[in-house]
Every structure is written in structure tokens, then in C-alpha cells.
């Protein structure tokens, strides 16, 4: 029997047959050779390619365009990429475009992302494409990136791996601290920007931006107490996004439906420390990631079932004979979760189904002199006692912020 994601594939990939192009599959000219391969197993083997590579290969065929581009195949791919660390750098270069007359004078920055992988630390770069004025990264979801632009020009989302990009209107300024986050559906996708910030009463206002409409609507701010709104990145899953809303001595999370837009303040199972964390892990599922003794990191899985209420579910436990309330948690990877301490380039990964941690250094020797004195220029701005992650966690996907409905 077929499958069902299969068969709504089929009904979009196939509607135009042309030559060399068969109902459910594809047909091949090798020499002198034809070559059917089943849509299957053509299904199968792009799931593997990463996503730069299937921007390139969708464009050789009609057939291979409409699965690669189909949501089906797109969200498939989401499920098996695996997770990198992202961040934004910066190189100074001449400007070639302006009059010779003035070219030893001016001078450009040309951005691009850098992508470390968890395992071997080694990193590689992606221009960023047609944007010029980058500030900083706010936040990365399923493979999309928020990015705020200089001199308060607005926001933009970027795909690194399609190189696409949709520019947005800033959120309300003037205020600090603020923060910035992704909130996506659970069901049927979509997402939406989220802005936290402190208004001149000190009382917590929240505005949220739509990613299909592209325009901004204030909601109600949440009834719980925020210590510091920038000490912990939001975290979405099971469509709404959480906070920990105090560095450390929580008893209860605030979270924000998708659908509804209200917040809501849910219990912990235990008293938060200073670097545990909220994380995204099994596909989607919240995780309250707690140091619960020195030796002892336990993980706590959040079940909403729309019933019976909220409930933690204890999924693991990390002991070791060393101190290890050092270890910040960070992300996760399929099975492996993965820690960081502040401000090094040294990762821990975690296996959670062999119980092995290994270290991985992160490979920051191959960045440019300029790109590190960036770097350091920022940390002095950014440095004023307050969590500063260079790093963020994301994946490589083929989601469009332009069309979120299709996702």
C-alpha cells in the first residue's frame, strides 16, 4: 500500500508529464541506456542531499521541482537535518562600485553566516545574499533567521540555504531591554515574530508580527513577574514559545499560544538554577534542561495534551563523579544534547541513549583578523554582566519565510 505522503506528492509533482518525465517516477538517458528510478526511491535519496545542494538540483526538472519544492518533502527534510551553530560575521572590503577617484576611501562591510558542526568543530561560510546593513541575529527557527538591520532600517528573515529573504517592519523602538523570538504552529505551519520589551511604567508590553501579513498587532503582557526579559532566548515548541522568566530561583514558565496569543504561566517541576535552560528537543517537544545537584543534570519533557493539563515528564538523567553545574545546556541533535560554558570555544556533547560525553573545539582559528577584531569590538558593547551567547543553535532547511502557509 502506498504512502500517504507519497500519493499528495504525486498529485501536485506529476499533473504536466514531458519527456523523460513518467508517472511515479522519473526516467533517465544513460548512453544508450534508459533508466526508470521508482518516485520512492527518488523521494528516499533527496531526503539525504542537504538543502544547498537541493536548491540546485530541483532547477533540472519539472519533476524534481515540484517534490523538492512540495511541503511534504520539505518538512521530511526538516525532521532529518541535523543541527549546526550559527553565527554572523562581518568583513571589511573595497567598494569597487564607487568613482576611482574616491575607491581608497571607501569601504564596505560584506556579511555572511558561519556554520560550525557539532562533531568535528570544523566551520564553513554563506554570503548573505543582496543585504548589506546586518546588525545582529535574533533568532534562527527551522532553518529561518531573524536578523535585525542598522540604523533601526528593520528586520529581515533569511533562508542561508536558498538564499532567500523577506524584510520586515521594526517592532516598537525606543525601549530596552527587548527581545526578539520565532513562534511557529504546531499544526498546518505558519509562524510569527515575537517582541518583548519594558515600557516607561516598567510593565512588560508584547507585540507580534505575522510572517503572511508582514504587519505588527500588540497583545496583552504577561501577568508574571520578568526578572530580566534578555537573560534566557525564548524557546518554541508545541506551538507557543517559553521563557524562563528569572536568571535563576523560577518555579513556574511563561508561555505564548500560537493560535490564541495569550500568555500563560506554567508550574516546573523543580526550582530552575542558574544555567538551566529551556530547549527544543524530539522534533518539537520542550525540555526544562536543571542542574539538580553537582554531579546530577536531570531532563524534564513537557506534555500538553489539552486535557488533563500540563504535566513533566523526568526523560533523563546525567550523572557524573565531576562538578558540572558549568555545563549550559544549549540544543539538541537527534539524541545527543549539547552544552556549552560561557564565552569558550570548548562544546560538550552528550549522547543520551550510550551516556558518553566527548569535547569538541570549536575550529575558530581559520577566521579572519578583521572578523575577530569585529568580534571582540562587540563583546565590549554586549559585556555589561548579562548571558551573552555568541552562538546560536539552527538547521539547514528549505523553509521560505515568503510562504510560511505552505509549510
Not at 82 to 110: D, G, M, W, Y
Not at 290 to 295: E, P, Q
Not at 333 to 349: A, I, K, T
Request: with cysteine; net charge neutral; hydrophobic share 35%.
Amino acid at each position: 500500500m502506498e504512502k500517504e505522503p507519497y500519493k499528495k506528492i504525486k498529485k501536485s509533482a506529476f499533473l504536466d508529464e514531458k519527456k523523460g518525465e513518467v508517472d511515479g517516477g522519473l526516467e533517465m538517458e544513460a548512453s544508450t541506456h534508459k533508466t526508470w528510478i521508482p518516485f520512492d526511491l527518488l523521494f528516499h535519496i533527496f531526503l539525504l542531499l542537504p538543502a544547498e545542494s537541493l536548491c540546485r538540483v530541483s532547477f533540472a526538472c519539472k519533476t524534481l521541482f515540484n517534490m523538492i519544492s512540495s511541503a511534504n518533502f520539505i518538512e521530511a527534510h526538516l525532521r532529518q537535518s541535523e543541527t549546526v551553530l550559527l553565527t554572523l560575521k562581518s568583513v571589511t572590503e573595497e567598494n569597487t562600485s564607487l568613482p576611482f577617484a574616491r575607491q581608497p576611501h571607501a569601504q564596505s562591510r560584506k556579511f555572511f553566516f558561519q556554520f560550525w558542526e557539532l562533531h568535528s568543530g570544523k566551520s564553513r561560510k554563506v554570503c548573505v545574499p543582496y543585504l548589506k546593513n546586518i546588525d545582529r541575529i535574533l533568532a534562527s527557527c527551522n532553518g529561518l533567521v531573524l536578523t535585525k538591520m542598522k540604523k533601526n532600517a528593520g528586520l529581515a528573515v533569511i533562508n542561508p540555504s536558498t538564499r532567500k529573504h523577506i524584510q520586515l517592519p521594526l517592532g516598537t523602538i525606543g525601549f530596552h531591554p527587548d527581545l526578539y523570538g520565532f513562534m511557529r504552529r504546531q499544526l498546518m505551519g505558519g509562524y510569527k515574530v515575537v517582541h518583548l520589551f519594558r515600557d516607561k511604567f516598567n510593565h512588560i508590553r508584547c507585540e507580534i508580527l505575522n510572517l503572511s501579513t508582514r504587519s505588527w498587532h500588540a497583545v496583552d503582557g504577561p501577568s508574571s513577574t520578568f526578572g530580566s526579559i534578555i537573560f534566557h532566548a525564548p524557546v518554541s515548541a508545541i506551538g507557543a514559545i517559553y521563557w524562563l522568566p528569572e536568571r535563576s530561583g523560577c518555579n513556574h514558565i511563561v508561555s505564548l499560544g500560537y493560535d490564541d496569543e495569550k500568555f500563560l504561566s506554567i508550574p516546573l517541576p523543580i526550582s530552575s538554577t542558574k544555567n538551566d535552560r529551556l530547549i527544543e528537543v524530539g522534533g518539537g517537544l520542550l525540555s526544562f534542561v536543571t542542574h539538580a545537584t553537582m554531579h546530577l543534570i536531570q531532563v524534564w519533557i513537557l506534555r500538553r495534551d489539552g486535557v488533563g493539563g500540563d504535566n513533566w515528564i523526568k526523560r533523563y538523567s546525567i550523572n557524573r563523579n565531576y562538578d558540572i553545574t558549568g555545563l549550559i545546556p544549549f540544543c539538541t541533535s537527534g539524541c545527543e544534547m549539547v552544552f556549552n560554558r560561557h564565552r569558550r570555544n570548548l562544546l560538550y556533547v552528550y549522547n543520551l541513549e550510550s551516556d558518553e560525553m566527548k569535547e569538541v573545539n570549536l575550529d575558530t582559528e581559520t577566521m579572519d583578523r578583521d572578523v575577530e577584531q569585529d568580534d571582540m569590538e562587540f563583546e565590549e558593547e554586549v559585556d555589561n554582566g548579562e548571558e551573552f551567547l555568541f552562538y546560536i543553535p539552527h538547521v539547514n532547511s528549505l523553509i521560505s519565510g515568503s510562504t510560511p502557509h505552505r509549510q
